[in-house]
């Protein structure tokens, strides 16, 4: 799959996700650098891709998903992104963001490679929201077509509804 990132094309590594397939279960690190398990997760669960947390439309992303994504009963929001477990940590504080889980792919790229996100080359994810029902059925996705840009808060908003 091709996304744009400030403009230029670049082809994702990894596996594309689409509607109606079983998520694939990914490791990741928590900020105390404990290990993260999708399957560990029961309920819905909204997972944000960003890039780096500590960009403008990353930093403007979080913090709208903790304000209204997270107010959704039975729903863990989770952002991901290849930013060091301490600067997430740090971010979160930084920016009270607090009702949302932040996991980082930097050691193993467990997620980038699973859900087809990577941008090689650059060793940051794509920005990309994947809705998982109960069972880890895909019910949302969007790969945002020009990282650098936001997603579309409102269809993934309605996709929780």
């Known amino acids: ?55 403008s439309v990353c930093d403007l992303e979080v913090r709208r998903f903790n304000a209204e994504a997270t107010g959704f009963a039975n729903t863990t929001v989770i952002t991901i992104s290849m930013d060091l477990p301490f600067a997430q940590k740090r971010w979160c504080g930084a920016a009270g963001v607090d009702k949302l889980v932040t996991v980082s792919d930097y050691k193993d790229r467990d997620f980038a490679t699973k859900y087809g ?13 994947f809705l998982l029902d109960a069972d880890n059925t895909v019910r949302y996705v969007e790969y945002v077509p020009e990282v650098t840009s936001h997603p579309d808060y409102a269809a993934a908003l309605a996709a929780l509804k």
Not at 6 to 19: C, D, S
Not at 26 to 54: C, H, Q
Request: aromatic share 4%; charged share 20%.
């Open 1 to 55: 799959m091709k996304v744009n990132f400030a403009g230029n094309p670049v082809e994702l590594q990894g596996t594309e996700i689409k509607v109606g397939m079983k998520a694939p279960d990914f490791t990741a690190v928590k900020n105390d650098l404990s290990a993260f398990k999708l399957g560990e997760v029961k309920g819905r669960k909204l997972i944000v891709a960003v890039p780096s947390l500590d960009t």
């Open 117 to 129: 996100v990577l941008l090689p080359n650059v060793g940051l994810l794509a920005r990309a929201v």
